[in-house]
């Protein structure tokens, strides 16, 4: 028994394979990326972490790298102003993904020159004349309720994570976590 297999099946078959090939790379450069490995270790987020890079961060990517991995530091301490009931609730998922996050990426990265970073939080009543102290590392938390954009800003020991909506605000969180994790692009993280 022979098979006869005409030149249009054969182009049909091969278009085939090449769009199915195509589709499904495609899928792999835009499908939500919500886990990345640094030393093996992975680190899961709630939302795609190419979204969160794309949050602005001021004065540059390195800032919050440094802040954090500066040998002074031996504290972080997370300040949040009080608000509304959502607020609140709001400020607990940032803290807890925070102080999870940065606590498991210290253990990672510490060496036998640094001692480990304790964390705690903070209310405050304004966001006015916060300071700067040598050895503690800030992270302002300005949630929606409180801000207009968007962004994250760092210098002079402090972090600001400013949100527009409650998801900038995690995407915000998010940018912080991954510029202190030295995480600017995905490459060589997925």
């Given amino acids: 028994m022979k098979f006869k297999i005409k030149g249009n099946t054969i182009r049909f078959i091969v278009i085939g394979i090449i769009l199915v090939l195509l589709s499904y790379q495609i899928y792999q450069y835009v499908k939500p990326v919500d886990t990345i490995f640094i030393k093996g270790a992975p680190f899961s987020f709630r939302r795609d972490v190419r979204k969160a890079l794309n949050v602005e961060i001021f004065p540059n990517e390195e800032i919050l790298y440094d802040l954090f991995s500066n040998y002074k530091i031996k504290n972080v301490t997370i300040l949040f102003k009080p608000g509304t009931p959502e607020t609140n609730a709001l400020y607990q998922l940032q803290t ?83 510029s202190v994790m030295n995480v600017t692009t995905l490459e060589g993280f997925v």
């Fill in 96 to 178: 807890i993904e925070i102080v999870y996050k940065l606590t498991r990426y210290d253990n990672l990265m510490r060496s036998v020159f640094r001692s480990k970073i304790h964390f705690n939080a903070e209310p405050i009543d304004t966001y006015d004349n916060i300071t700067r102290e040598d050895t503690i590392l800030k992270i302002i938390l300005v949630p929606p309720e409180f801000s207009n954009q968007t962004r994250v800003t760092g210098g002079g020991n402090r972090i600001w994570i400013y949100g527009k909506t409650d998801k900038g605000f995690d995407f915000a969180v998010m940018k912080a976590i991954l």
